[in-house]
């Protein structure tokens, strides 16, 4: 009896090792600070030449997740969810070459991932392309460098992390977190399709999806716009997903500096398009007009003809005009979501972990539909309605949303053909039925203005497929790509009918938006900036299903791939001056205190502040350092607990004198709710530059006062 007993306890013993085996990974988290100059400089997002940031709130960071296989440590994946409102091909291009400069070819194109948490109150100037570079007046090599600095720090830190450990995968409904912004274009997509997701968010996805590292931290996908601090803003800040990703990493380490923590939280945005955190809704702002307060038009997001006065409302609108309460409502929703998937029993993941990757050159890409007829992209254009903004940041002059005709203002028809070359008769038939506003698929002068090839990429991660997308999907458009990449996932075998798909963007490239066919008929925002053409979504999903095969266990060849798109940062045009010189007024020194804490005994709630002799942040951005912090005397020595990356801290830099170059920097403090008693002082850390010398950094120091 034992002996034919023996056969079928080594299968059992095998089964079970070959189960543990598929379900450990390599895993490696890092974190890293990508924040670039935080004054003088535009930016990224609204692109308002008005948002040039004056100061610091919250640091932008890099969060790196690797996960690779035990037995085949080859087989592995990194995904960065960014601080920045989009990835970009430049900043790609140059993390690459330099990880290979240390890792060999580890981390390549086809395994690594720079994906955004799309936020709107970011350091401008790093997209490679011309067009998102002009409100900053060109590239900025500094906001460049730190991007890719910071990103080759968190993949360095989450390299020396790695060890072997457990992965679970699961989702949950999240309420009050965000609306769809243009209702009126979801309403164009068929009725039977719509009826599919009446109880999943109906015009908007409200499914949280969260993939587990354990004790170490996770990786959480949500459609959200980074909008809920608004244009008016010109605080560098890191919007909802930032400011969640701090609540949730301070939750689990509140000792320790933002930056710091091992727990590493990551709130990476999904199909994106044509959401928003202005849950309220949008409303005309137009006092003395008699549709003040009253909801925008519709379908154009008008008030009294123009977009001007349409603004969004966050839950904290009331609160304050820049929409700081609102922001941190917004994430703290997330943050709740992701608590309550982090303590519940989510399913383990196993199977093997592959990737993806080609270039696919969008500008007159032939493909075939479904149902067998041959359709093509267009060459990159802008329409009309992208210039009327959306309820998030209104556009200006006369421009508006939901206006495809061909009947625009004259002026506009004489003035674009100085801008970008006049759309040829196959552009404008291509495009249609957009009405052709900037045809940058054909302006390449100093050097492109938009991208025609963009990247595409899968990762699988056991029976998690993340779908890698070069721009903003909107709700519906994610859906069809989720849907039938799930549905080839399945039809080939990949995976089983527990396959979990996820879209996760805008990463790598930024290709601007991607909405369905019948929402481009309407030529809302979305629409109008859906660069490729009313076939831009088939022809994504014609890719990425066609690619689906090579995540296989054992894939068969090499996918074909467009040639790589042309190296552009070295082109780039800067009119952004350096900083010539700093000096402190007549009689002061750098970090003197100009005007001292007002009291000397405060209390939770109130603001604390001081102003110094100040010098250009621009001339060190003291990156994983800090310009500002509040120190606590403890046991006779004093301790930094909070640094400018705390959202209840604000450093603010102020020109006084262009011509003799002086500056002033205000420090504040708004005392949290649970601040120990005890005795503080606000600190200033600055450098300076002399005409002829070397930067100099210094110190200033307020006086102390007191908590009660």
Known sequence: MARLLLPSFLVLCTSVLNAVAQSQYLLGLGIADITGPVVETNMMGYASLAQTDTGLHQRQRARAFIIGETDNTANRVVFINADIAMGDTGIRRAILAALAAKYGSLYTAQNFALSSTHQHSGVGGYLENLLPQLTALGFVPQTYNAIVQGVVLAVDRAHASLKTGTLSLGNTTVTGGNRNR??????????????????????????????????????????????????????????????????????????????????VAGFAQANVGDTSPNILGAFCESPGKPYDGMPCQANTSTCGGTVQDCHGRGPGF???????????????????????????????????????????????????????????????????????????????????????????????????????????????ACQAPKPILLNTGYASFPYPWSPSTVDIQMFKVGNLVMIIVPGELTTMAGRRLRNAVRAQLIASKIIDDSAYVVVAGPANTYAHYITTREEYAVQRYEGASTIFGPRTLEAYIDKYTSLVPFLADKPSGTPSSDAAPPELTSSALSLQTGVVFDAPPIGKSFGQVLVDVAKTTYKAGDTVVAQFVGANPRNNLRLEGTFLSVDQLISG????????????????????????????????????????????????????????????????????????
């Open 318 to 428: 009331t609160l304050d005009n820049l929409g700081f309460h609102s922001n941190e409502m917004i994430a703290q929703v997330q943050v709740d979501a992701a608590k309550s998937l982090m303590s519940s029993n989510l399913k383990p993941v196993t199977g093997s972990v592959r990737s993806v990757h080609v270039y696919l050159n969008m500008a007159n890409h032939t493909f075939t539909l479904p149902n067998g007829q041959t359709a093509q992209t267009c060459p990159a254009a802008m329409g009309y309605s992208f210039a009327g903004g959306t309820t998030d940041g209104p556009g200006a002059l006369d421009f508006i949303q939901g206006d495809n005709s061909t009947s625009q203002n004259p002026l506009w028809e004489i003035v674009k053909s100085f801008i970008t070359p006049i759309p040829s008769a196959a552009q404008t």
């Open 637 to 708: 020595a004093w301790k930094a607990v909070r640094s400018d990356s705390h959202p209840s801290t604000i450093y603010r830099w102020t020109r006084v004198n262009t011509f003799l170059a002086t500056s002033n920097v205000n420090v504040s403090w708004t005392i949290e709710s649970g601040t120990p008693a005890g005795t503080y002082r606000l600190r200033y850390f600055g450098d300076s530059k002399p005409f002829i010398g070397s930067i100099s950094s210094f110190t200033g120091t307020s006086s102390n006062f007191t908590i009660a």
């Open 182 to 263: 243009s209702p009126t274009a979801y309403l164009a997509n068929p009725a039977e399709e719509r009826a599919l997701y009446v109880n999943e968010g109906d015009d908007q996805d409200k499914i949280m999806s969260l993939l587990s590292f354990g004790t170490r931290g996770f990786l959480s996908w949500f459609p959200v716009h980074g909008t809920s601090i608004y244009e008016n803003n010109t605080l560098v800040s890191t919007d909802n997903k930032g400011m969640a990703a701090y609540l949730y990493e301070a939750s689990i380490e509140p000792n320790a500096m933002p930056g710091s923590q091992t727990f």
